[in-house]
């Protein structure tokens, strides 16, 4: 993967699917400042950078 790849941007339910966990799990990991979200818009709706999710997936392999 290349690092134009880990830098990407994405949703909560992206991040989801990838780390194979329920959303509630990722906010609540956000408010705590275990994994910590970009808020993006008007709604603050929570985005994720890629690079830090493969972060999460390969410390807990």
């Not at 993967?1 to 966990?21: F, G, N, P, R, V």
């Not at 408010?31 to 709604?43: M, V």
Request: with cysteine; hydrophobic share 35%.
């Amino acid at each position: 993967m290349t690092d134009m790849h880990k830098d990407q941007i994405i949703t909560l339910a992206e991040a989801c699917e990838i780390l194979s966990l329920h959303p509630n799990t990722l906010r609540k990991w956000d408010n705590k400042g275990f994994l910590k979200a970009i808020r993006y818009g008007t709604r603050k709706d929570r985005r994720y950078r890629k690079s830090d999710i493969l972060k999460v997936l390969k410390k807990n392999k």
